[in-house]
C-alpha cells in the first residue's frame, strides 16, 4: 500500500513527468488510485499517454467532478492491449469488478428511478431506488425509467401475478401474514419455500424488465398445458392467471411496429449549450417495453478566433467525460461536426448502458440517430457478449428512420423540460441574489439545522443545492457532541455554532486536507471539506450558508465564522419559520421581501429541505436510542450483544416473546445469559 505521505501526482511535478512518460502511446486501460490504493477511475484510450497526460494539463477545463479526482490520484497503472475493442471489454470488467467512485458517464442528480434485484441474498428483494451504485457485484439494476408512475405500475401488477415477498421486514415472528394466505407470497419470511423455488420466480419476473415478456410467454404456456394434462389444476389456473397478467402488461403499450420480430434498441440525443438529453427506447417483438433516460452536462466552452468553439477533441475521442463535450461548431461545418460530436456521446451512452446488463438484454439490432465513430469496435464487443451477431445502423428511410425520429422527439420535449426547469432556478438565483445584494448569483447553496426533542438525540444536517436543485451527494448529517446538550436541556445556539466550527474548521497541518471531524461523523472520503486550500475549480465553498432560524440563531453562527476569520468570505443568513423573515448580521430587522417571491422559496426549499433531512435522522437516532435502552438494563448484556439479538429478532417485542432456548440460539448468548434475558421480560 502507498505512504499515506506520498503527495497527489498533480503537486509532485516531477514524479507525474516521469510517470507519464513510462506509460506508452498504444491501446489500453488505466486505473487511477488515491493514498489508500483504491481505484478512483477506470478508464480506456486509444494511446495511453496522449489521454492520461490529458487530465494533467493546465489548459485543461476538467468538469468539477474530475477536477476533484484528479486532486487525489496519488498512482496510476495501465494495461496495454493489442486492440481498442480489447481495451472496451477490459475497461467493461474493471469497472463491474471493482466499480470506481468516478466511473460516472452521465450525470448522476437521481433523478430517474431503477428497478433493483438484489441477487446476493438468500431470497432476492425486487425494489425501485434511485442510487445506482450496487452493494453487491451480483445485484443486478434495470433503467434508468423515465416514467416513474409506470414502473411503480408495473412493479405493483408484477407482485399482484407472482407470489413475490411483500414486506422488507416479516410482520410475525412465528408465521406468515395475509399475503400468503391469499396467495400473494410464498412465505419467505419464515422459509416455507426453498430458495432455489423462489430464485426461479425472480429470474421470470427479471425477464419482464430484460424485456423478455413475449419469450416468457412462450415459457409459461407449456408449463399450463403440462399440469392440465396432469390434473393439477390448481397449479395450471394459477399459471393462467400469470399468462393473462403478463399480456394485460403488454397490452397497454403505446407503441407497436407492424410485422416486427426482431429485438432492437433505438437511442437518440437532443442538446443545447449546457445539457445533452439521451433517450433510448427497447423494442421487443415489434412492443416498446421500455424508455430509458440518460442526462449529461455540457459548459459553455471558450470561444475561438474563428468564432465558432472550442472542441476538447482528446476527451471526445476516447469518449471518456460527457461533461466535457459541446456541441457548438464553427460556421460552416454545423452539420457535420455536429453528427461527429453527437456520434461520440452515443457511443459513450451505449458503451456504459451495455455494460451494466446482461447478455440476454442485449439486442440483436442498434439503430442510432448518428453514425457512431467506433460503431465496427462496440458492436463486434456486443456480438461476442450476446454470442450471436449485433448489427449497428443509423437508419436514413422509412420505419426504422421513423422510429429514430420519435426517439429525438422524446428527447427534445426532455431538454425543452430542463430548460424551463433550468430558466426557473435561473431566475430564483439572480432574485435571491438582488435582496441579498450578492456579488454573483448563489450557485451552492448551504442549509442547516437541528432537530431533538427537549435535547435529546441532538442532530443536525446540511443540505446543499447547486444552480437551484438538490445535491443529495452533497448532504450530511452530525451527531451534536457538546456534553451540555443533553434530555432535558436544549441549546440550538450552541449545537449551530458547533456544526458550522466543524463544517469549516481549517486544517492543523499541511498535510491534512480532509475535514476529519465532520468525516469521522459521516463516512464520505470523497469531498473535499477545506475550501481554503484546494483549487477554485473544485472548492466546496458555499456562495450562501442559510440557517433555519431567526436573529439567535444568525448570531451564534456569526460568532463562530468571526472566530475562525472566515465572516468576510462566507455570506450567512438566516430563515424565520414563522413570518418567513430574511435575517442579514448585524441587522436587528428583517429584510422587505414578499414570501412569494422565486428568491424566497428557493431559500424556503433549501430551509424545508434541512429540516426533512435533520428530522429523519433524529427519528432514526431516537428509534435506535429506544430499542437499545431496554436491553441496558439486563446485567451481561453488552452493546455487542444487543445488536446481535436485534438483527435476529427485528423487534424488542418479538425478543420479548421468545422463549430461553430461541433466545439460547443466538451466536454470543448462552443459555445462562438467555434466561436471565427471558426473567428480564416475564418478571
Same mark, same amino acid.
Given at each position: 500500500m502507498p505512504s499515506t505521505k506520498t503527495l497527489p501526482l498533480v503537486k509532485d511535478s516531477e514524479r507525474l513527468e516521469s510517470r507519464l512518460k513510462e506509460i506508452p502511446a498504444v491501446p489500453g486501460v488505466y486505473l487511477m488510485r488515491d493514498e489508500s490504493d483504491r481505484i478512483l477511475y477506470v478508464g480506456k484510450s486509444k494511446k495511453l499517454r496522449n489521454r492520461v497526460r490529458s487530465y494533467f494539463r493546465e489548459s485543461q477545463s476538467l468538469s468539477p467532478r474530475i477536477a476533484m479526482m484528479v486532486q487525489q490520484v496519488r498512482e496510476i497503472e495501465f494495461i496495454a492491449t493489442d486492440t481498442e475493442a480489447e481495451a472496451l471489454a477490459l475497461e467493461a470488467n474493471l469497472v463491474k469488478q471493482h466499480q470506481p467512485y468516478f466511473n460516472v458517464l452521465l450525470k448522476d442528480d437521481k433523478k430517474y428511478p431503477y428497478l433493483c434485484i438484489t441477487w446476493s441474498e438468500e431470497y432476492p428483494r425486487i425494489f425501485i431506488t434511485r442510487k445506482r451504485r450496487a452493494g453487491s457485484a451480483k445485484d443486478r439494476y434495470y433503467g434508468p425509467y423515465v416514467d416513474t408512475g409506470a414502473l411503480r405500475s408495473t412493479l405493483h401488477l408484477i407482485k399482484r401475478i407472482f407470489p413475490l415477498r411483500q414486506r422488507p421486514q416479516p410482520l410475525f415472528k412465528d408465521?406468515?401474514?395475509?399475503?400468503?394466505?391469499?396467495?400473494?407470497?410464498?412465505?419467505?419470511?419464515? =422459509?416455507?419455500?426453498?430458495?432455489?423455488?423462489?430464485? $426461479?420466480?425472480?429470474?421470470?419476473?427479471?425477464?419482464?424488465?430484460?424485456?423478455?415478456?413475449?419469450?416468457?410467454?412462450?415459457?409459461?404456456?407449456?408449463?399450463?398445458?403440462?399440469?392440465?394434462?396432469?390434473?393439477?389444476?390448481?397449479?395450471?389456473?394459477?399459471?393462467?392467471?400469470?399468462? $393473462?397478467?403478463?399480456?394485460?402488461?403488454?397490452?397497454?403499450?403505446?407503441?407497436?411496429?407492424?410485422?416486427?420480430?426482431?429485438?432492437?434498441?433505438?437511442?437518440?440525443?437532443?442538446?443545447?449549450?449546457?445539457?445533452?438529453?439521451?433517450?433510448?427506447?427497447?423494442?421487443?417483438?415489434?412492443?416498446?417495453?421500455?424508455?430509458?433516460?440518460?442526462?449529461?452536462?455540457?459548459?459553455?466552452?471558450?470561444?475561438?478566433?474563428?468564432?465558432?468553439?472550442?472542441?476538447?477533441?482528446?476527451?471526445?475521442?476516447?469518449?471518456?467525460?460527457?461533461?466535457?463535450?459541446?456541441?457548438?461548431?464553427?460556421? =460552416?461545418?454545423?452539420?457535420?461536426?455536429?453528427?461527429?460530436?453527437?456520434?461520440?456521446?452515443?457511443?459513450?451512452?451505449?458503451?456504459?448502458?451495455?455494460?451494466?446488463?446482461?447478455?440476454?438484454?442485449?439486442?440483436?439490432?442498434?439503430?442510432?440517430?448518428?453514425?457512431?465513430?467506433?460503431?465496427?469496435?462496440?458492436?463486434?464487443?456486443?456480438?461476442?457478449?450476446?454470442?450471436? $451477431?449485433?448489427?449497428?445502423?443509423?437508419?436514413?428511410?422509412?420505419?426504422?428512420?421513423?422510429?429514430?425520429?420519435?426517439?429525438?422527439?422524446?428527447?427534445?420535449?426532455?431538454?425543452?423540460?430542463?430548460?424551463?426547469?433550468?430558466?426557473?432556478?435561473?431566475?430564483?438565483?439572480?432574485?435571491?441574489?438582488?435582496?441579498?445584494?450578492?456579488?454573483?448569483?448563489?450557485?451552492?447553496?448551504?442549509?442547516?439545522?437541528?432537530?431533538?426533542?427537549?435535547?435529546?438525540?441532538?442532530?443536525?444536517?446540511?443540505?446543499?443545492?447547486?444552480?437551484?436543485?438538490?445535491?443529495?451527494?452533497?448532504?450530511?448529517?452530525?451527531?451534536?457532541?457538546?456534553?451540555?446538550?443533553?434530555?432535558?436541556?436544549s441549546d440550538d445556539f450552541a449545537s449551530l455554532a458547533e456544526v458550522i466550527g466543524r463544517r469549516f474548521r481549517r486544517k492543523e497541518a499541511e498535510g491534512k486536507s480532509k475535514n476529519e471531524d465532520e468525516l469521522s461523523d459521516l463516512g464520505e472520503p470523497q469531498e473535499l471539506s477545506n475550501f481554503s486550500s484546494v483549487s477554485h475549480t473544485i472548492s466546496d465553498k458555499p456562495d450562501l450558508i442559510m440557517i433555519d432560524g431567526g436573529k439567535g440563531q444568525l448570531s451564534a453562527v456569526v460568532d463562530v465564522l468571526r472566530e475562525m476569520n472566515l465572516l468576510e468570505e462566507l455570506r450567512v443568513v438566516s430563515l424565520a419559520k414563522q413570518r418567513e423573515e430574511i435575517f442579514l448580521p448585524g441587522e436587528s430587522l428583517p429584510l422587505p421581501t414578499n414570501s412569494e417571491q422565486a428568491g424566497v422559496q428557493l431559500l424556503r426549499r433549501v430551509r424545508d429541505e434541512a429540516h426533512r433531512f435533520a428530522v429523519s435522522f433524529h427519528r432514526d437516532q431516537r428509534s435506535q436510542r429506544m430499542k437499545r435502552s431496554r436491553l441496558d438494563e439486563i446485567p451481561g448484556l453488552g452493546h455487542h450483544r444487543q445488536k446481535q439479538l436485534l438483527a435476529h429478532f427485528r423487534s424488542i417485542d418479538y425478543l420479548r416473546l421468545a422463549t430461553p432456548e430461541q433466545l439460547a440460539e443466538v451466536s454470543g448468548i448462552g443459555p445462562r445469559l438467555a434466561q436471565q434475558i427471558y426473567d428480564y421480560f416475564h418478571p
Open positions: 408465521r406468515p401474514c395475509l399475503n400468503y394466505d391469499i396467495g400473494r407470497c410464498v412465505g419467505v419470511c419464515q =422459509g416455507l419455500t426453498s430458495p432455489e423455488e423462489y430464485r $426461479k420466480i425472480i429470474q421470470k419476473v427479471a425477464m419482464i424488465f430484460q424485456g423478455r415478456t413475449e419469450e416468457l410467454l412462450d415459457i409459461l404456456e407449456p408449463q399450463m398445458e403440462e399440469a392440465a394434462e396432469n390434473l393439477n389444476f390448481e397449479t395450471a389456473a394459477r399459471i393462467r392467471d400469470q399468462i $393473462k397478467g403478463l399480456q394485460s402488461l403488454s397490452a397497454g403499450q403505446k407503441v407497436s411496429l407492424p410485422d416486427d420480430t426482431v429485438s432492437r434498441d433505438a437511442i437518440a440525443l437532443a442538446a443545447d449549450n449546457q445539457h445533452a438529453c439521451v433517450q433510448l427506447f427497447q423494442i421487443r417483438a415489434g412492443q416498446l417495453v421500455g424508455r430509458l433516460g440518460f442526462m449529461a452536462e455540457i459548459p459553455r466552452q471558450p470561444p475561438l478566433a474563428n468564432g465558432g468553439q472550442e472542441l476538447s477533441q482528446s476527451l471526445v475521442k476516447d469518449g471518456q467525460e460527457l461533461s466535457q463535450l459541446s456541441l457548438s461548431s464553427p460556421p =460552416g461545418q454545423e452539420g457535420e461536426r455536429v453528427g461527429v460530436e453527437a456520434g461520440a456521446i452515443l457511443q459513450r451512452v451505449l458503451e456504459e448502458h451495455y455494460q451494466n446488463v446482461e447478455s440476454v438484454e442485449i439486442p440483436s439490432e442498434i439503430s442510432v440517430q448518428y453514425e457512431l465513430p467506433e460503431g465496427e469496435i462496440l458492436a463486434d464487443w456486443l456480438s461476442n457478449r450476446k454470442g450471436r $451477431k449485433v448489427t449497428i445502423l443509423t437508419p436514413q428511410r422509412q420505419t426504422k428512420a421513423e422510429l429514430i425520429e420519435m426517439v429525438e422527439r422524446n428527447a427534445e420535449y426532455e431538454l425543452a423540460r430542463m430548460q424551463r426547469l433550468s430558466d426557473r432556478n435561473s431566475q430564483a438565483m439572480e432574485d435571491l441574489a438582488e435582496i441579498l445584494d450578492l456579488p454573483e448569483v448563489p450557485r451552492r447553496i448551504e442549509g442547516y439545522d437541528i432537530s431533538h426533542i427537549q435535547g435529546s438525540d441532538a442532530v443536525a444536517s446540511r443540505v446543499v443545492f447547486i444552480d437551484g436543485l438538490p445535491a443529495n451527494q452533497h448532504y450530511r448529517h452530525y451527531k451534536i457532541k457538546n456534553p451540555e446538550v443533553k434530555s432535558g436541556h
